[in-house]
């Protein structure tokens, strides 16, 4: 008889977990769209933004686990991306695109 009982308990207490689980998913569901209101604010918190040099070092490091994870003798140095100095692609690229775009632009 008491395991009947305790079987009963136990049926209605997860009966009542879902319950507060769905009330509790109206109740999220209610303070998004409140706070959307609100200016467009939420009530969770803001999160910061990243500068690029973080970036980058979040990148290196990431890149460094995957070629230590597929090399199969220990660690591998990630070289970062090469980019051109300013005057390398002027010299390259940019002096005679800027000669054209003034020959344009004064052109009558």
């Known amino acids: 008889m008491a395991i009947t009982g305790l079987v009963s308990i136990v049926s209605e207490l997860r009966a009542e977990r879902t319950n507060l689980g769905s009330q509790l998913k109206h109740i999220d569901a209610a ?22 040099a973080a970036r980058k070092k979040i990148s290196m490091a990431q890149k460094a686990r ?29 002096r005679q695109s800027l000669r054209n775009d003034r020959r344009r632009r004064y052109r009558c």
């Open 31 to 52: 303070l998004s769209v409140l706070g959307k209101l609100n200016g467009g604010s939420s009530y969770t918190k803001p999160r910061h933004t990243l500068s690029a």
């Open 66 to 94: 995957w070629a230590k994870q597929a090399s199969s003798n220990g660690v591998v140095a990630v070289k970062p991306k090469r980019t051109m100095s300013p005057a390398a692609c002027y010299v390259r690229c940019g």
